[in-house]
């Protein structure tokens, strides 16, 4: 499915981040999934300043904005037309802070990592990434 990045219901922004050839994934308790740091855009926010904000938000981390991916697509869990605009980050500084968002990061190698995210969507744009 592809969606017009404006015109989706549900807009949100997130980032691949990468140190030393791992790759940061986060565990949601409150659907016990893996995938990339992510969020909705707040009202006035760019895609861009969304990423980084979720990215900080998410897993504690300050990061410099890399290269545009692929974006992914999908109808979410309430069936909302979802799109979801990703960037290449790299670290700068920080410390992740287990929250009831999310409680575990975990840095993996692409391999790995694909093996334990939970949605096609993102192992398709880990794919990309690792490429």
């Known amino acids: 499915m592809t969606i017009d990045p404006e015109a989706a219901e549900v807009k949100a922004s997130g980032g691949v981040v990468t140190r030393g050839g791992a790759v940061a994934l986060v565990h949601r308790p409150r659907y ?15 895609w861009e300043e969304c990423a980084l904000r979720e990215v900080r938000e998410e897993i504690g981390l300050t990061c410099r904005l890399g290269e545009e991916l692929p974006p992914t697509s999908y109808r979410d869990n309430k069936g909302r037309a979802k799109l979801v605009r990703y960037w290449r980050m790299e670290p700068l500084e920080g410390e992740f802070v287990p929250s009831d968002e ?8 692409p391999e790995d990592a694909e093996r334990l995210l939970t949605y096609e969507h993102d192992r398709e744009l880990l794919r990309e990434v690792a490429a």
């Open 32 to 46: 016990d999934d893996w995938s990339f740091p992510k969020g909705k855009l707040d009202r006035g926010e760019t």
């Open 102 to 109: 999310v409680d575990e990061v975990r840095w993996l190698a």
